[in-house]
């Protein structure tokens, strides 16, 4: 039928005729997906409740809408700092409570999906990850939101059928997060496929995120690629920010400053228009008595 | 001494006090590189006057300013067409007598450069000669702008050096365009490696062009290509364009028609100004008397 | 410390002095690492207890001594097929009873560790969940073999400290297996890395291992890609091998049939002893009367 | 016809029935192709007639049957060294007389194709130029043999293409070698595609060398890199060896002494004879008053 979803992506594919998939946030005006352009933003790693605090009101003022921050970490080397864990995730619930920006953490073992999904609004599944179909399922399972990072080196087809891992198991909410592939040259972290962004915006109904952080892998070409993100037709970003990047327990080469990030934001306002669409706002700050934790 | 040109490159490499080098071309106002965004367009091959005629006109009404056109073509095959050589490049003359855009063809040997210089405003070297030192020489003796496109898999730093290689004999004039790279993802033809925009402008004063068209290798995302590109700080675009796609000789799955590459211009002018930057218009075409095939 | 393994792997790196980690099974001759050379071979999926007995047979008679065969699947579309899961456990127990043959079968999640190491003599760790942390912790806890194959875009280095992610749990019998990465070339499945095999065997002190199979995604170039990989210094190869491969419900066009295993162990077998090493032969196959189906 | 040659190869394909190609050398046994495995050594560059002779005397003694040396070299940077020139062809003529090996030398530039092949008896095509049709296209009006080395980034089949292009000008004589190619892990110079050996010995009927030098571009694993081509079915190797390695001016990192060139061909001997091969010997020197530098 002519206005079936695609094959071989029966729930994740989209006709010219499937809407765009936007996900909403229960009592705010956020969405993610659709017109808008949404920025997410916050430090590679939870290192304390104060830096979070200070990243969390720095990149609300300057446009940010959602905050990112690492509780379990993936690490390459078992030698190295791999996140404060739960401590995290209550860190992220005391600043979401604080500056009402909803919280996206990432997930890396079944096992702790609930416990992960007590906390998050938005759970990330890693690059690492993008195989792990249990994980894909467990997260499934839940109704919340799943930012699905592609493989260092998935094809964007793979990138899909991860998404629709999740989907087969009832969780629509699939956001695909695009953050650069494995290749030859050393001049950047990753190598950002920005035809990719078309491409899945016409092979699927999903959003699709530009994480130029991890592309990068350093931290003066971040602002080029996240204008390059816009104009190519991302719905977001995902930006590592840190208030002091040099002293970052991971991924200091690639953490912009708040005031980089501000000027990034700056500079991105002008695309974003031209893209004719417009940057999400951040949801008021809830009244300081309504601070909790946990949600 | 701090104002010296980075090593590795003497040449190409540049400080934070190199000015960026602006090609002119005598007797008009065009320019490639400094502040304006210039488009180089027309068919991936010349196959006959009338068709590179009828290009001409409609991507210079679109805003295109100088016009492509493959006189000898690099085939994989041996058995593939090769172009109409010494003709093509009097086509080539003929319709720049015309339009007055000026035009940009590849020369493949050594041998054929002075050939090709006498009709060619601006000579491209291909991918798969970027690592050819000997032709690199030769261009590099002549005092006409070079287009140098990026091998399949040449590091940023490789093709930085082939610039160096050029201007080692003598021209300066050296335009270096991304075209994307070689990856595991066959969903495009290549993989544009839109983070080599802002690393190669970080790096060398030379103009930095992108081929949005090999890139993709399909149609339905150049356009998105086209705003990355300018949106991540690329001065020029060099795009395939047909007036019939597909009944052309060559790359027919990625040149665009008149009205698609009308629409591209339309879409790509507020990315422009996003960028703080203008479109290069086309010069004035010549009176109708001033018509002369060799220049 | 001269003695002293390399850093930055201080667990399965090596110095000239470490002596190679040989693998052994209780009440049997047979060994994984050190001087032989050891074939592990079966079907992709266990499909049916009676065609993994037939496979098993056969490849025993050929001169593999491990049976491998998949229970948990992991597959990039949820809707093909994913193994039998608990039952294809059961199969394998009651072949390995039979035959004598220790098992081989992947672990995919950390919840069927237990389950599947209850049945397994060597769990594998497959190449998409190779960035697994969690997983590797999982089977670091254990005190059975692990067979860890290389991710698709992994360098030598982070398989190296996937293995030590195991080993910091204690598990030190860790089985390193090269199975052809990403790369652009449509005309194998992967692209072998047979230098992987030298530079390994530099660098850790761990068994190193083949799947030659997987490398190709061809059946035609088996054979050479193990006589390469013995060459090379490999400690073993793990082979799919299925009675009638275009049955097989997956990998039907890299797997062998029993007699094209049986040709590829003869051809083997000067390769072999040409790196002065020898097969290391099937454990001799128990008496009827002590099959039992959980080990 | 079912005994015509494989398309889309007409000149370089094979089918069952076609023999392969053996290339002879006059007044010599020497041959390449066929059953026989033959052996080129020498230095990367020409450095002085001295280390040259050197360097010819001893790799003659351990087995090698030709003799490399660059004379022309392409090189990424403008300010390195690039090779002696005719100088360098003239000392590789008076090693030939002294020594009664073949001189192999890579020839850049189409315009010095004649007095390379004056000089050589076999001409070089390097991976960089592997797509400069111009100069495939010079050698091939040549009737001496090419040593066409893979590109880069050249898919097998595009490298079967590029002999194809020799071919085609009537040059059957056609030597195609593997060499890596670039790949994201930088634990090896490039990544040797050792499952190219039998994909091309099924696709084309000429010669399939390997180059494990540039594949390795570390001393330490070339031998067993030369195994494994061997063992996957290659018809020769070409290896880089200086007298002093860490005096070369070029390649010093992957150039073998005399000595590990001796060791690597008694370790090579037994993998030749499990292949059911012989190494082909290196024709008598000539009489000393035979001597001409210029064949």
């Not at 969390?56 to 940010?64: N, P």
């Not at 990753?190 to 962004?197: C, G, K, S």
Request: aromatic share 4%; charged share 20%; proline share 7%.
């Amino acid at each position: 039928m002519s206005t079936s979803r695609k094959r071989p992506y029966p729930l994740a594919g989209r006709t010219e005729a499937t809407p765009p998939t936007v996900i909403t946030f229960a009592d705010t005006e956020l969405t993610i997906g659709g017109e808008g352009v949404t920025i997410i933003a916050g430090p590679c790693s939870v290192e304390s409740y104060e830096m979070l605090s200070e990243t969390a009101q720095g990149v609300r003022a300057s446009g940010a809408s959602l905050l990112r921050g690492g509780a379990f970490k993936p690490r390459t080397s078992p030698y190295t700092f791999s996140g404060l864990g739960v401590d995290a995730l209550e860190m992220l619930a005391t600043v979401r409570a604080e500056t009402g920006l909803p919280v996206v953490t990432e997930v890396i073992d079944t096992r702790l999906v609930d416990t992960v999904a007590m906390y998050a609004d938005v759970l990330q599944i890693g690059a690492r990850n993008m195989h792990n179909y249990a994980l894909l399922s467990e997260v499934g399972r839940l109704r919340k939101p799943v930012l699905l990072k592609r493989g260092f080196a998935a094809t964007i087809a793979e990138t899909i059928m991860a998404a629709e891992h999740i989907m087969t198991q009832g969780n629509m909410q699939v956001i695909i997060c695009e953050r650069g592939i494995r290749s030859f040259d050393t001049a950047t972290r990753n190598l950002f496929d920005v035809a990719a962004i078309p491409v899945l915006k016409q092979e699927t109904h999903l959003p699709v995120f530009v994480d130029p952080s991890h592309a990068a892998g350093r931290t003066d070409i971040v602002a080029a690629l996240s204008n390059a993100a816009i104009a190519a037709g991302a719905d977001g970003l995902i930006i590592e920010v840190h208030p002091r990047p040099p002293e970052a327990l991971s991924d200091a080469d690639q953490s912009l400053s708040l005031a980089e990030f501000d000027a990034l934001m700056r500079g991105l306002r002008p695309f974003v228009q031209a893209a004719g669409r417009h940057l999400v706002m951040p949801a008021p700050a809830p009244r300081p008595t309504q601070a909790d934790p946990v949600s």
